[in-house]
Nanobody, 119 residues
Framework: QVQPVESGGGSVQAGGSLTLSCTASGYTGDCRGGMSWYRQAPGKEREFVSGISIFGTTSYADSVKGRFTISQDSAKNTVDLQMNSLKPEDTAMYHC????????????WGQGTQGTVSS
């Protein structure tokens, strides 16, 4: 069973930076794919932040474009999210999610890591 584990959350002031990491292992068969980051702020729905395919293709929510950068180290099964120029509205629990290539594969979510940005 794949279990994504996030790390790197913390508290920073507005304009600061945080780097989140997600490590996932235990893939079986042909179910290894890309990964995505989502976030959920108190009282709000979970929203997509950024994703990266197994081939390195990246995508970002409009709200984070130009500030966040996603990258992966396939050898370490790790996906990082570099977050710069942070704003108070970036405060949320950040979760990583596996993006398997086939519908018969299971999608796994991590427990999350908290990122807090103070003004």
């Amino acid at each position: 069973q794949v279990q994504p584990v996030e790390s790197g959350g913390g508290s920073v002031q507005a304009g600061g930076s945080l780097t989140l990491s997600c490590t996932a292992s235990g893939y079986t068969g042909d179910c290894r794919g890309g990964m995505s980051w989502y976030r959920q702020a108190p009282g709000k729905e979970r929203e997509f932040v950024s994703g990266i395919s197994i081939f390195g293709t990246t995508s970002y929510a409009d709200s984070v474009k130009g500030r966040f950068t996603i990258s992966q180290d396939s050898a370490k099964n790790t996906v990082d999210l570099q977050m710069n120029s942070l704003k108070p509205e970036d405060t949320a629990m950040y979760h990583c999610k596996t993006d398997p290539p086939f519908t018969y594969c299971i999608t796994y979510w991590g427990q999350g890591t908290q990122g807090t940005v103070s003004s």
